[in-house]
């Protein structure tokens, strides 16, 4: 992970809760959710990273769309 994005994730638990929803707007590009702080630094922290490093590969988001399909078909 780049300094940069340490620096960035290291700061989320400094923020106010108001910050936080301004720093998802920026980052998802859309209102962030009524979920709590704890929740939303997790999720803000791991889009930091994300656009950093990029995200799951292609092959593991179909894996879970498998495993999703497979749950739904039992009834799960």
């Known amino acids: ?24 707007r920026s980052l ?5 959710p009524g979920y709590n702080r ?7 922290a791991y889009r930091l990273q994300e656009l950093t490093h990029g995200g799951l590969p292609e092959a593991a988001h ?4 498998d495993i999703l399909r497979e749950a739904r078909r039992c009834g799960l």
């Open 28 to 32: 998802f590009g859309a209102e962030p």
């Open 38 to 44: 704890s929740f939303m630094i997790k999720r803000l």
């Open 1 to 24: 992970m780049s300094d940069s994005t340490l620096r960035q994730v290291a700061q989320l638990s400094k923020l106010s809760f108001s910050e936080l929803q301004a720093r998802w």
């Open 62 to 65: 179909a894996k879970m769309k």
